[in-house]
């Protein structure tokens, strides 16, 4: 048993999907890729400061063998202890493209075009049986295992969508004795948007949710359509609390940690020479020209087309900025094997085309849409922007949003989504943006680019106060202390401590009548 100052300290286990390296068979070995989302981005440099054991999945073939030569056992790397599980391929291709990417996606980012789309057919129930089940017991068998034998607290915290049945699975595994600590960085709507989901699918995610312990969401707002869903389709009670549920004898919390980045991280990289070289030949580009950036993946709950529609409607509507306003788009491609998501891509080239098309000169080209993935271009972007548009039609949290507003020089303006889950921490400082009101979003622009320097300076700096004073560390901190206090009542209550009903969520009962929402 590790003793650090004469306790035991716990093992944090955190499983998601992608994992926070990638792996690349050379001649001469493996060479290792750190991964650049946001997830994997937040929860690495957390590992850093943590013992912490990441399971995920093994996704390139490279992935698998790396995972071979390693006989699936846990492996230090870069720091971080890393299990790969290696579903079967056929099984994680209708877990992960038919199931979660993008019939969860598309319900909880409120994405379908309902009378057309989406149809339940035979092979969404195979990739529910055969792939999004086995998938995720897989992994819960896989935690079990490795925490197997260990005489310290332990601590399992399955992150995002693509894993909703693992608690199901792994309390059969493990009994009580574990805390299981979902979090889901992606919205939860309310319980109409769930209706898509065949009953039995839903009752599935919805009672594995319910054996955690408690689940974590970004938003009060999140947590609350999670306790009215279960309370529509389960019968849970929730005894007029909106950040607990009662079902089957447990009491889980509901609870808002909304993520943050990596402050310290990110300034770094800021200040990096390759950082410098990115922005001189972004000013080469841009010139004297106000920049009107956006950040996104190539992702339909972005919005990035009526965000164009926008731009192009101040520029019929507001002629003074054709020639000194230049809309920059850094694209990073995205699930490109999902039919929606290329669709999508030709849609914004298109778009964008015929804007240039329409407005350009010869010096001038209005729109410069850039495809890769490039994250320190991104950051030297986002420190030269003028405005900065996120405008999603739903988002968990958009850390664009947070980043953009540390890291920014120019006390550039941000334009963003009511719908973002950031909008419930930043909104007393930004412009706000309906996301469907392309009207208003093209005057929200016009306003920006013509506010005054004081008060650009004063909402700038008011935003990076917010997102300086809880980084990313708070957030994950927050959840551990919140899975500790509860291991520690259980501990101490034996009467209490094996059995689900008289469990009583220690979080959910300090947070009970603290929602903001
Ligand atoms: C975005 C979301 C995360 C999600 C991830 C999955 O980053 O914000 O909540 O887990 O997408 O992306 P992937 O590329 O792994 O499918």
């Known amino acids: 048993m590790a003793v650090k100052g004469g306790k035991a300290q716990p093992l944090i286990v955190i499983a998601s999907n992608r994992g926070p390296f990638s792996f690349r068979k050379r001649k001469s070995g493996f060479t290792v890729e750190r991964g650049a989302g946001g997830l994997v981005t937040a929860l690495g440099a957390l590992a850093e400061h943590h013992e912490v054991l990441w399971v995920a999945s093994a996704m390139s073939n490279d992935d698998r063998k790396w995972t071979q030569q390693n006989g699936g056992r846990v492996q230090d790397v870069e720091g971080i202890s890393l299990k790969l599980v290696e579903p079967n391929l056929e099984n994680y291709e209708g877990y992960y493209n038919e199931i979660a990417n993008p019939l969860l996606w598309f319900i909880q980012h409120q994405l379908w075009d309902i009378p057309r789309t989406p149809s339940i057919t035979d092979k969404t129930w195979k990739a529910w049986e055969e792939g999004y089940k086995p998938v995720n017991e897989l992994f819960a068998q896989a935690i079990a295992d490795s925490i197997q034998g260990t005489d310290r607290p332990v601590i399992v915290l399955p992150q995002d969508y693509h894993l909703y049945m693992v608690p199901h699975y792994l309390r059969k595994l493990v009994g009580e004795r574990v805390q299981i600590q979902p979090f889901i960085h992606i919205p939860w709507p309310g319980p109409d948007a769930w209706r898509i989901l065949p009953k039995e699918m839903r009752d599935s995610i919805l009672s594995s949710l319910l054996e955690s312990d408690r689940v974590g969401f970004q938003t009060a707002k999140d947590a609350f359509n999670f306790v009215q869903t279960c309370r529509f389709y389960l019968g849970a009670h929730a005894h ?268 959910a009962a300090k947070a009970s009548g603290a929602s903001s929402d």
């Open 240 to 507: 007029g609390r909106r950040d607990a549920v009662e079902y089957n004898g447990r009491d889980v919390g509901a609870v808002a940690y909304p993520i943050s980045i990596d402050v310290e991280k990110l300034r770094q990289i800021a200040d990096e020479k390759i950082t410098q070289l990115e922005r001189s030949q972004l000013h080469n580009f841009i010139g004297d020209r106000a920049m009107i950036l956006r950040v996104d993946r190539i992702e339909p709950s972005k919005n990035i087309l009526r965000g164009m529609q926008a731009y192009r409607m101040l520029l019929e509507q507001h002629p003074e900025h054709r020639g000194r306003v230049q809309m920059f788009c850094l694209l990073v491609p995205s699930r490109m094997e999902v039919d929606q998501y290329q669709d999508y891509l030709s849609e914004i080239m298109t778009e964008a085309g015929l804007i240039n098309a329409h407005y350009s000169d010869s010096f001038w080209e209005p729109v410069r849409i850039v495809v890769g993935d490039n994250y320190t271009r991104a950051i030297a972007a986002m420190q030269m922007y003028d405005v900065l548009l996120v405008n999603p039609i739903a988002d968990g949290m958009n850390l664009v949003a947070k980043e953009g507003v540390l890291v920014n020089r120019k006390n550039g303006v941000l334009l963003l989504s009511e719908y973002a889950g950031a909008f419930y921490e930043l909104a007393d400082y930004v412009l706000t943006v309906p996301p469907f009101d392309v009207y208003s979003t093209s005057e929200a622009m016009h306003q920006a680019l013509t506010m005054p320097i004081a008060e650009r300076a004063q909402r700038a700096t008011a935003l990076r106060e917010i997102v300086t004073r809880k980084d990313v560390r708070y957030w994950f901190d927050s959840q551990v202390e919140d899975a500790l206090r509860a291991l520690s009542s259980q501990s101490s209550s034996p009467s209490t401590s094996s059995t689900p009903s008289a469990k009583k969520s220690a979080v």
